[in-house]
């Protein structure tokens, strides 16, 4: 059986062709810079083709061999999706990652509106989602939702054997935007209580690429045209995954839970959805998916793997715009006092 990972170098296209290959699949990845693919999956047997996705010779000449599957990580915009659908007689059935940020609640706000949204549980396939946009216009908080929203209907409309995964919060050890660091970097820093929200409740589901991997490759051993949520096991809280990410960096952490009606910008985390917005996955689970674990199960890699960068590496992540000003321990001490939490002297500080 052969398999080709379209944009083979980010975190989840190593993950799917390695666990593809793990699996006994030939395969193929694409990409735009060799120097980015981890020489492991080379070893095992991985066969790089370089190709800039936005480039339609390129992404042509990738798929001139074919192969039982296409695996589309970067597929963004309508346009990707007809790119890809122009080749479709090279492949027997396509699997594509959209994003969970397609979902809208009954007053239309998503992942991206300035008020997160409200959905009383776990979200399924059938949810409502945004109107599509085909304009391609997909970099902004506004147009990336709508633009896999038309992404996704190009291909389902296509009538080819296409599983359409929509993921949440993806962690892995070499993530771009590890949001792991927001909590690690406090813990590094001596910072053993960390204030949380409406008590540590709050939650957004995250996805290991690693999980994320498993259900492709559940997808391309059968074949069909489906909507898949993906997503780590269970309704991991952000008190949760605070304690596990601080169990896996073998550090001390003790969290401080604030009141619901606490300021919105005090215990912020990056799961600090409120109310929580979590996944169903009773779909995938009955086509077959079984993950490698749960969220503190497959966070330890990241976490080892971020404990080993160099301070030039920490501080470039100190400096990416995601976690700018997020460092800022004056609003930690604010929260922690409004929490009645002592001071380093242990006197109470109100």
Known sequence: MRA???GVSGLTGRAIADDLLAAG????GTGRDPGRVPPPLLEAGMRFVRADRNDPD???ASLRDGADVVVDCVCY???QARQLLEHRTAFGSAVVLSSKAVYVDDRG???NSPEPPHFPEPVREDQAVLPPDFSGDHRTREGYGANKVAAEQT???SGIPVSILRPSRIHGAGGARPREWFVLRRLLDGRRRLPLAHHGRTGNHPTAAVNLARLVLACAEHPGRRILNAADPGSPTAGEIVEAIARAAHLPVELVGLADDAPDHLGWTPWATWPPYFLDMTAAHQLGYRPRGSYAETVAESVQ????LDESARTRLDD???FRDRFDYAVDDVALALAGEPDREGHETT
Do not use: K, M, P, Q
């Open 109 to 111: 706000r998503n992942s």
């Open 155 to 157: 291909l389902l409309d």
């Open 305 to 308: 793997h971020l404990l080993h």
């Open 4 to 6: 080709i990972v379209i």
């Open 25 to 28: 699949w030939e395969v193929t």
């Open 320 to 322: 990416d715009e995601y």
């Open 77 to 79: 915009t309508a346009g």
């Open 58 to 60: 390129e992404v042509a």
